[in-house]
């Protein structure tokens, strides 16, 4: 039995880095992609966020369901398809609505694999005090894949070009599907004898009635809305001085910002299993991106507002990223973990929709500087919030 969860454990993580290899990769190369050999205006742009945003927030909840009523694995091979085929694609056209169609394909494969991965580990694992460890463990081993996917296919894509790049790291996503059909067995889930309509009454149940969950689920939306202001850190940081061609610079610091967490989550990951530590660290986390969004607006200099950004971006999200997951996680049951997990993946997407046209307009109202001010003030808030919430009280099962 020992053995048969450290396979699992190993399996996810190693399912968990690749996929954030492959998946940095493709976002580093596509985004400049778009620019570079697209020439897609900046209006086109955030159409395409737009697109992926709402595509997974309508197809998160029925994925969800139909994880908790079918199985946890078939989902996530079919998201690594759907994946795997919008990222080759959109390294084959340069057409808008063809790049559209890319984005539909990609936000639904992100919606199959949503609730689904954390669902399997928690069933196949089935030991709940080492279940919150291996999530901590497997968001290192994103960020320490995503630098390296950074690395790899910005080397690519600069020898054989932005598409090869793409098309590249679409074909390992796919391939990542084939390994999740081998090795991600399922041993420990029933399907589901009641309708699907009734799983989602039981989850949405859950969700409204326990408060913890409520919090997380308000805690996200807020945190997630708030983040949106990094689209505005690196021409913050080329204002207070980064050089005119900051890629290799901001390159740098995502990798540094990468290792940060990596740190900080091998700092939490041994203390998780404390009572009330994801509350307080969920906090903590929030106040210190908080200040470090406050520091970011002020900085003097760009060296000062690089430190900002790396304790944001690697530290304060990776952070509130992997203890909400963990928090909610505990809060569930296997019937409904897959549909309650989507919920959290509709708040983060609810969250960014409404905060990046907010911040959009706060930006051009009144700059960079404020806009980041505020995210900050929001964030705290959400900090504040969740430390001043009530814990302790048994799970509504």
Same mark, same amino acid.
């Given at each position: $039995? ?10 996810? *993580? ?41 595509? !997974? ?21 079919? &998201?690594?398809? %759907?994946?795997?085929?919008? $990222? ?43 279940? @919150?460890? =291996? ?7 994103? *960020? ?5 996917? !950074? ?16 098309? #590249? ?33 039981? &989850? ?23 983040? !949106?202001?990094?689209?505005? %850190? ?6 207070? &001085? %980064? ?14 910002? @990468? ?39 002020? @900085? ?8 900002? =950004? ?25 019937? #409904? ?25 706060? @930006? ?11 995210? &900050? ?21």
């Amino acid at each position: $039995m020992a053995r048969e969860g450290r396979r699992v454990a190993r399996a996810f *993580l190693i399912w968990t880095g690749s996929r954030a290899c492959f998946h940095r990769g493709y976002v580093l190369t596509s985004s400049l992609y778009f620019v570079v050999t697209a020439h897609l205006s900046p209006v086109r742009l955030l159409l395409l966020g737009a697109v992926i945003a709402g595509t !997974m927030l309508v197809s998160d909840l029925p994925t969800g369901v139909w994880s908790d009523a079918a199985g946890r694995r078939w989902p996530l091979v079919l &998201g690594h398809a %759907f994946l795997g085929a919008g $990222m080759v694609v959109t390294g084959l056209v340069t057409g808008f609505w063809w790049i559209v169609a890319t984005q539909v394909a990609w936000g639904l494969g992100w919606a199959c694999l949503s609730g689904a991965e954390v669902a399997w580990l928690t069933d196949e694992l089935d030991r709940p005090d080492r279940t @919150a460890r =291996v999530l901590m463990a497997a968001a290192r081993w994103e *960020l320490a894949g995503g630098a390296a996917g !950074m690395v790899v296919f910005g080397l690519l894509g600069w020898a054989a070009g932005l598409a090869t790049a793409i098309v #590249v790291s679409g074909a390992g996503m796919a391939a990542l599907g084939l390994y999740v059909a081998v090795a991600f067995r399922e041993r420990n889930f029933t399907p589901a004898r009641e309708k699907r309509w009734a799983i989602f009454r039981r &989850g949405a149940s859950l969700a409204r009635r326990d408060h913890e969950i409520r919090l997380v689920l308000a805690a996200t939306m807020i945190v997630n809305g708030a983040g !949106m202001v990094s689209w505005l %850190f690196p021409r913050r940081l080329v204002d207070l &001085g %980064f050089p005119d061609d900051p890629t290799l610079w901001y390159t740098a610091l995502g990798i540094l910002a @990468a290792g940060a967490g990596v740190v900080a989550l091998r700092v939490v990951q041994a203390r998780i299993d404390g009572a009330g530590v994801a509350r307080r660290v969920y906090a903590l986390a929030c106040l210190l991106g908080a200040g470090a969004l406050i520091l970011l607006a002020c @900085a003097p200099g760009a060296l000062t507002g690089a430190f900002g =950004v790396l304790v944001v971006s690697g530290i304060a999200v990776s952070l509130t990223r992997a203890v909400g997951v963990v928090w909610v996680n505990r809060r569930t049951t296997s019937g #409904v973990r897959a549909t309650v997990h989507s919920f959290l993946s509709q708040a983060e997407t609810g969250g960014e929709i409404v905060g990046g046209i907010a911040l959009a307009a706060l @930006a051009q109202a009144a700059g960079t500087p404020a806009t980041l001010a505020v995210s &900050g003030v929001l964030i705290a808030g959400a900090g504040v919030l969740v430390a001043r919430c009530r814990i302790g009280e048994p799970p509504f099962v």
